[in-house]
């Protein structure tokens, strides 16, 4: 966990175990509610909720709610101050994103820069890039998009094929190549993703790590639908793009280290933080408790399943604060971040689907708006959990190998 | 915030862990199963020797005087090398009873009992008072008789101490061979009262929760054994001329179980942390611990069983030894669906 790198100084091996914050969390968690409860965009305070960020309107509504956390510093609690974050420890960021999602805080539209390519921009970047890309970042001027699997390269990242080769003044690159299931990428600014620099290596290595602005010459981007209808990601064609030695982020053909740090970002617990399950658990019991009243023996035939749904999400919480302890005393998330994927994804889910087992047929009913809100939305999304990040195939595989050791192959 | 152990407890934990790698392995649990009590009394003396029954017993009656939070890290140990001695029923539930007892009418019996423990010169165990344990336990059924020195009857109208020569002992006996249940009667004038109806209440559903949590602590030792065999097994057993666990039909299986153990373990460490603290959320989170780790053991049981094949369906191999106390363990003091029924009912307590 690189975002917490600042940390990792104290060793607190000698302290007892104890899941009471500190007076200086508890301030802090204090000081997040209170801005938070005062800004979130509300209906009753006519200022939300925001469309959906997968539609033009949405996207800017979404990005301006960036900029709005970014004026106060909320937006990266857990980035050095220098990037416009807080310098907040591990826990603090764990507490300040319970009280983001419990507060109905927005789908952070900047999540792919934030919580993926920043802590690999802070581990591989030069000082210049750190400097260049990570306010914009944070500020949501800039939102990014990933571009990691292709048509041919999914669960199997390392057999992409589009391709980089040295351009004209040396030190420049010129790409070519197909990027798919990009998420943001109908809106975004910018794309971080792989390409293959060495075709002769082997297929883990020749593959370079490069950061393109989509609206460079040469690049199409073609909006795909997804499950909800709307553009939520993307597919991206390179035709002859040139790039800056600049905006390589690490050394040119260690791209797949650099990407796996990325990845274990988005598996682990910068990516998704139990808060964001916590809050939907917790709106689930509210939805039982609804159904009680007025269709009981529905709520009862539902009960073990919100039951079950809530454990997971609370489990979840659980887990991470005991790798949050593991981290502050100085281990690292390795293949055990492949738990939590499987962990997350499996709770979001859970969720998800007790409150559609809950709403009965008015489940398919769609919002005011003509696109799926609430549960059906989130149910929507929770399914794409145990695809994107890598499947939960693979998580399964890397932790049969690399956590209990079983046999490759 | 810190979810995870000290040193010192670490530490502790090693040891015991130790121990039980000398002088508790598989053969001395199957030894257990043909006993008379269905556990070493020599054990037993050692246990105590190390420290670990007097663990939650106060200083000042010759234990160690540490909190549930210990009291997890060892049972963890006491499951992963299936224990065969009565460590649930006396660590987790006698002690933290006696010791809630220890104020009231019956205080000098209490501290009395608790001492002999520390000393590993008693075995205590708890049982249910009939009307009460149909919510609470599902069974009206008493481990470790005849083997244990005192019963603890515990219901609503108080809990009373019963020397167990005084009681009338209809045995049962169990899948796993180290259980020996029985069913209970006895004299009210051979009993002395710890706690009287009103005292009571208060000290039950603590007994629950520590029985939730004491159970779940030692259902993911139980859990991760069974994995660890089940790894071991699968890297070693070749068929179509590879190792078994090159397998990803097997591998998926094995990281399911995996999944259910990281994510039941720090569920134990936080329902032993409120029990230590009186948390609000104590009743809460042992239930969550339980309805937890009752669903890894089961599902450890089920994943090592089929990957070990007939030979983990013999009486001859080990497995079976770790597999039959999880199934009974799954659903003492409550199973995972009666402990996802209590958390339930607490999460909508706490909304109203």
């Known amino acids: ?409 | 915030m810190r979810a995870a152990f000290d040193r010192d407890q670490e530490d502790f934990a090693g040891q015991f862990r130790s121990f039980c790698e000398k002088e508790c392995p598989p053969s001395a649990v199957r030894a257990a199963w043909t006993s008379e009590v269905g556990f070493s009394r020599e054990r037993w003396g050692k246990l105590a020797e190390l420290g670990v029954l007097g663990i939650g017993v106060p200083e000042e009656l010759g234990g160690i005087g540490r909190g549930e939070v210990e009291l997890a890290a060892l049972l963890e140990v006491a499951g992963w090398a299936a224990v065969p001695e009565p460590v649930l029923e006396t660590m987790a539930m006698a002690v933290p009873l006696l010791r809630e007892c220890a104020s009231g009418p019956g205080a000098r019996v209490a501290r009395e009992w608790l001492a002999l423990i520390a000393a590993g010169e008693a075995v205590v165990t708890v049982g249910p008072e009939p009307a009460w344990a149909s919510g609470a336990t599902g069974s009206q059924l008493t481990t470790v008789l005849p083997g244990a020195d005192m019963v603890l009857v515990a219901g609503s109208n108080g809990v009373v101490a019963v020397p167990s020569e005084a009681c009338g002992i209809v045995a049962r006996r169990a899948l796993d061979g180290t259980r020996r249940l029985a069913e209970v009667t006895f004299d009210p004038a051979a009993a002395t009262v710890l706690a009287g109806p009103d005292e009571a209440l208060a000290s039950l559903g603590k007994l629950a929760d520590q029985a939730a949590c004491g159970s779940a602590a030692l259902l993911v030792g139980l859990s991760s054994r069974l994995l660890g065999m089940a790894v071991e097994h699968a890297g070693e057993r070749r068929q179509f001329g590879r190792q078994i666990g090159s397998f990803q039909a097997v591998k998926h299986k094995l990281s399911d179980v995996a999944l259910r153990i990281e994510l039941a373990r720090p569920a134990v460490w936080y329902a032993a942390w409120q029990l230590a603290n009186q948390g609000a959320e104590a009743s809460q989170a042992a239930s969550v611990a339980k309805a937890l780790a009752a669903e890894a053991a089961t599902a450890a049981a089920s994943a090592s069983l089929q990957v070990h094949g007939a030979i983990g369906y013999t009486a001859e191999h080990d497995l079976h030894l770790w597999m039959k106390r999880s199934w009974a363990l799954a659903s003492w003091w409550g199973d995972a669906a009666h402990h996802r029924s209590r958390v339930l009912q607490s999460l909508i307590a706490r909304t109203e």
């Not at chain 1, 919100?306 to 887990?319: G, N």
């Open chain 1, 1 to 409: 966990m690189d975002i917490v790198a600042e940390n990792l100084a104290v060793c607190q091996i000698c302290s007892p175990m104890d899941f009471r914050l500190t007076p200086e969390q508890e301030s802090f968690r204090a000081e997040a509610r209170s801005w938070l409860r005062a800004n979130v965009p509300s209906a009753e305070r006519g200022t939300g909720p925001l469309p959906s960020l997968d539609t033009p309107e949405g996207f800017e509504a979404h990005r301006a709610w960036e900029r709005r956390m970014f004026e106060e510093r909320w937006s990266v609690v857990s980035w050095p101050r220098s990037y416009g974050g807080r310098g907040a420890g591990l826990v603090e960021w764990l507490v300040f994103e319970e009280e983001y999602w419990d507060a109905g805080g927005p789908a952070r539209v900047g999540q792919n820069g934030i919580f993926l390519l920043g802590p690999a921009m802070m581990a591989f970047g030069t000082e210049e890039q750190r400097n260049r890309f990570l306010p914009a970042m944070a500020s949501g001027e800039e939102i990014w998009c990933q571009g990691w699997s292709e048509p041919g390269a999914g669960s199997d990242l390392a057999s992409i094929r589009s391709v980089a080769r040295p351009g004209d003044p040396e030190g420049t690159w010129v790409l070519n190549g197909l990027k798919t299931w990009c998420s943001r990428g109908a809106f975004a600014d910018w794309l971080f993703g792989l390409f293959r620099t060495d075709p002769s290596a082997e297929r883990h290595r020749g593959l370079t790590y490069f950061l393109v602005p989509l609206d460079a010459p040469g690049i199409t981007v073609r909006p795909i639908a997804q499950l909800d209808g709307e553009p939520g990601f993307a597919e991206v064609f390179f035709d002859e793009v040139e790039v800056p030695a600049s905006q390589v982020l690490g050394s040119v053909g260690r791209g797949w280290e650099v990407a796996m740090a990325t990845a274990g970002s988005e598996r682990g617990l910068s990516l998704r933080s139990p808060g964001r399950f916590l809050a939907a658990a917790r709106r689930l019991v509210a939805l039982y408790e609804q159904v009680a009243l007025c269709d009981p023996a529905r709520a009862e035939r539902c009960a073990d399943a919100v039951a079950r749904a809530w454990i997971e999400a609370e489990a979840y919480r659980l887990a991470t604060f005991a790798t949050a302890a593991r981290v502050l005393d100085g281990a690292t998330v390795g293949p055990e971040a492949s738990l939590s994927k499987l962990a997350w994804s499996g709770a979001d889910l859970a969720v998800h689907e007790a409150a559609i087992g809950l709403l009965g047929s008015s489940a398919e009913l769609l919002g005011s708006d003509g696109t799926p809100d609430g549960w059906l939305g989130g149910f929507l999304f929770a399914l794409a959990g145990p695809i994107y990040a890598g499947t939960n195939e693979i998580q399964r595989n890397v932790v049969a190998e690399r956590v209990l050791g079983l046999p490759r192959g």
